[in-house]
């Protein structure tokens, strides 16, 4: 299993926020601005005030679009370039919470979270809609001859209440182990911004053998990068060949998933900027979620 970046080039800096992959955001996109004019932006997120740890809490908002309507219809079909992707992240990028609740046509969108970690989050909402997009401003394809992004991403902070102690990131390692599973990251020490290289990582279970991969929300592997500090956004997916829908084109960039061994992943990382990032895998194995965090210095 493996992604390929196809014909990567370097271009304009915001553009690349959205380069490959499900794209990502960052602070470089002023006009991401929740509530700015004749943008997409959300409204009646509940709840208002800060969020009780260790209970369900249901989350919901809806998303009001650059013609004042709310938006109903998404994306759907195979992959994982469809409706709505909620990911919540502590500001000291020590945990996250990734879902794609269910939609169900009245506009507004409500996800049961149940945060066990106090602290202030950031969360990131990646919104395909169905159709074009009706703004430019959203996302980052307003160059001319340029061909949209798919998707745009929209941020609300969340405050979990509780006394936060921020976790200093830990430093660039190797290996990770999860839940017996062991996590084995190769390529990544010469990481640079505004390039597109692959990173290697080899999953493992607790027997020692490679692991099969399941399909989770459209992809064997979701790899999800904040950057420490101003929590830009990157999000890439590995897919297998048979998973229509997993390609993302920007630009007239290709990542493309294509299928080698079990345990195997190739992700696709292209960030925006230099500094510490951290990358949160997820694959599903044995019917399980595992979320493996990297650091990662980006050159
Ligand atoms: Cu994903």
Known sequence: VSVRVVAPAVFAAALLLAATGCGG????????????????????????????????????????????????????????????????????????????????GTGVIKDSVTFTEPGPYRLVVDVYPAGQLQSTANAA??????????NFQLTQDVKVAGAYQPQPLPPPGTSDTIDGYHFSLTGASKLKAIQAQDVYMKVTGPDGKPVSFEPWFGALAHAIFFRKGSLDYFHTHVCNNVSLGCT??????????????????????????SGRWRMFLQVQVDHRILTAPFTLHVG
């Open 25 to 104: 955001s960052g602070s470089g996109l002023d006009q991401i601005t929740v509530g700015a004019a004749k943008t997409y932006h959300l409204v009646d997120f509940k709840p208002s005030g800060p969020i009780t740890p260790g209970k369900p809490t249901t989350i919901s908002f809806s998303i009001m679009q650059p013609d004042g309507t709310v938006l109903k219809k998404f994306k759907t079909g195979p992959g994982p370039h469809t409706g709505v992707h909620l990911i919540f992240v502590r500001d000291d990028l020590s945990t996250i919470i990734h879902h794609h609740p269910p939609l169900n």
């Open 141 to 150: 394809e307003s160059v001319p001859g340029v061909t949209p992004a798919p």
């Open 248 to 273: 993302s084109i920007f630009g007239g960039k290709k990542v493309v998933g294509t299928s080698s061994a079990p345990g195997e992943l190739n992700v696709g990382v292209l960030l925006p900027a």
